[in-house]
């Protein structure tokens, strides 16, 4: 079935993801702040819309894709807030990465208006977002995620329901944490073994095949050169921002103190990505993290 839908927020993560709801036949109406990012999704076919009210206009469906908690409490709330533009009954899919309580605080406030939300941040990179093979990981009601469900599948391969509103967030937040330390912790091991002689592609494969292996050492090289594919390879662009993992970690430390849990390795990992995004590689792909281990020409 066709379905009419608002889509908001056309970044790294966010354009090919339309792009998928586009090519499964949905009609799109698309808005972002940056018009380069909106050309793109009309040029395959979607229709612009001038403002974000206007693109959720008659929609079935909403998909937010956006940076932080801010953008999304931003768009979302507030006396002119989306939520007074979107009709009663509406589904609406919070997709970007945020505290798990600015997404209860949405989705409460969606509630009272009676609107659907569920929270369903993805994980899988650019790569993921392009081939539709995402994994999200969602927060909140049974049957709202079966009704999301269809359209999460033209984007996605892996659906999780970890919980009700937020619970989404909380594991996103988990794995981004786990994933910012094992990309640093395997910068370094390369880095370890350049330095004393090794070649890195040569050393990338043993890993891979050894107890060492990890998703950056199947898939997301840090090194340039040793994967094709991966930002490292591209003078570390696209992929996932520094700044946007220094955010993630941030989650992860507000997280463990509202727990009273202990996650030295997590504060360390936001350490070194705060110290990398301050050296100015803020935008840079967060595998771009090798460069505090190793400088080429330094
Ligand atoms: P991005 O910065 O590339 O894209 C965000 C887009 O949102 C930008 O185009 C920006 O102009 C737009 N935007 C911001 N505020 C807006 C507003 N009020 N109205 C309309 N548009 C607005 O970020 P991304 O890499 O696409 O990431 C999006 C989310 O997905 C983040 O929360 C990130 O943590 C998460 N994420 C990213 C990756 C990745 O590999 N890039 C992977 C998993 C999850």
Redesign the pocket.
């Known amino acids: 079935m066709s379905s009419t839908i608002g889509f908001?927020?056309?970044?790294?993560?966010?354009g090919p993801m339309a792009q998928n709801l586009l090519k499964a036949g949905h009609t799109l109406q698309v808005?972002?702040?940056?018009p380069q990012?909106l050309q793109t999704l009309v040029q395959a076919g979607a229709k612009a819309a001038a403002t974000?009210a206007e693109a959720v206009a008659g929609a079935d469906l909403v998909v937010t894709?956006?940076?932080?908690s801010r953008?999304v409490e931003?768009?979302y709330l507030g006396e002119s807030g989306l939520l007074t533009a979107i009709a009663k009954g509406t589904l609406v899919l919070e997709?970007?990465?945020?505290a798990p309580e600015s997404a209860r605080k949405v989705s409460a406030a969606a509630a009272q208006r009676g609107i659907r939300m569920i929270d369903a941040?993805?994980?899988?990179?650019?790569g993921g977002a392009i081939a539709g093979t995402l994994t999200f990981i969602v927060g909140g009601a049974d049957d709202d995620l079966e009704a999301a469900r269809p359209y999460l599948e033209k984007m996605g391969k892996n659906i999780f329901h970890a919980g009700d509103a937020g619970a989404g967030q909380v594991a996103k937040i988990c794995n981004n944490m786990l994933l910012g330390i094992l990309m640093a912790g395997t910068a370094e091991a390369l880095a370890l073994g350049v330095a004393n002689g090794l070649d890195p592609k040569t050393l990338s494969d043993i890993i891979a095949k050894s107890s060492g292996r990890n998703w950056a050492t199947e898939l997301y090289n840090p090194w340039p050169g040793v994967m094709e594919q991966a930002p490292a390879s591209k003078d570390y662009a696209g992929?996932?921002?520094v700044d946007?993992m220094l955010?993630?970690l941030g989650l992860a430390a507000e997280a463990s103190m509202q727990a009273r849990a202990t996650t030295p390795l997590g504060e360390l990992a936001r350490n070194l990505y705060a110290l990398h995004s301050t050296q100015g590689h803020g935008k840079l792909d967060f595998s771009s993290i090798l460069k505090l281990y190793h400088q080429p020409h330094g």
């Open positions: 908001i927020g056309l970044g790294h993560m966010g808005f972002d702040l940056v990012a974000a894709m956006l940076p932080a953008h931003g768009l997709c970007s990465t945020i941040p993805v994980s899988g990179g650019t992929g996932f921002g946007l955010k993630d």
